[in-house]
């Protein structure tokens, strides 16, 4: 995807893949700083949250967040930016007509990725928010993140906490931001007796396209919609803060649809 956006620009540079484990990540953003030919990088899963005490400065929604996902190189100074929220925004926008502002939204997950949709809804004006997550302390830690940060109601709960499925039923938009669905064998990321006809489930995972929770909401009457759209757009973001130039977003689509196939 973002080779294609650097090859329809007409820039010199290539994306590649970079493996790191989590205790060698200090050494590697040590090593950036020293790459004179380095424009920038993304941070994915599970590095998002430890990024951010690794870079030089923070944009402020990476600093509102807690996360960073997207790096820029100035002359060896690393600014750590988060695209994630604003591209789940517009994802939410153009492919579901979805507008948050006086809704009510529940995010499955509190990492990086989740704390980018809350604070993101947040900002967009959703009424209230509810996060589930199996260690129930990172859900109301978030939760109160977002609450502070954006003056939404916000409530963490484990999933087996019985307010559960009356506070699921009342929301109008539900997040999958777990790896839960990654691998075809991974059941729903949440029972799926707890999904209502017309609620928007929006799973952040892109590949496989439709993951079993998707499956199990469309059976349900649910309005459904994958990542690939989040994806698109955030990495449309990162490539604007690398490069300066907005990308053909085209020719990134392409790209992306037949890797995906």
Known sequence: MQNAG???AGIDGLYIPWRVKAAGLP????????????????????HKEQAV????????EAASVGAVNTIVSRGGHLFGANTDGQGFLRSLQEEAGFVPRGQQAVILG????????????????????????????RAESLADLVSRATGVSAVGLGPDDPRVPERV????????????GLS??????????????????YDL????????????AKKRGCQVVGGLGMLLYQGALAFELWTGQKPSEEAMRTALIQALA
């Open 6 to 8: 650097l090859q329809a």
């Open 27 to 46: 050494t590697a953003f040590e090593a950036l700083r020293g790459m004179e030919n380095f424009g920038g990088a993304n941070v994915t899963l599970p």
């Open 53 to 60: 005490s690794l870079v030089d400065e923070l944009s402020s």
């Open 110 to 137: 509190a990492g990086g990725a989740a704390r980018a949709v809350a604070w993101s809804l947040g900002e967009a004006g959703i009424s209230v928010l509810l996060i589930l997550n199996r260690t129930v302390e």
């Open 169 to 180: 039923a009342a929301c109008g938009l539900l997040v999958n931001a777990t790896s839960l």
């Open 184 to 201: 075809p064998s991974d059941p729903p990321a949440i029972d799926p007796v707890l999904l209502r006809p017309g609620m928007l489930v």
């Open 205 to 216: 995972i892109y590949r496989p396209r439709e993951t079993t929770l998707l499956l199990e």
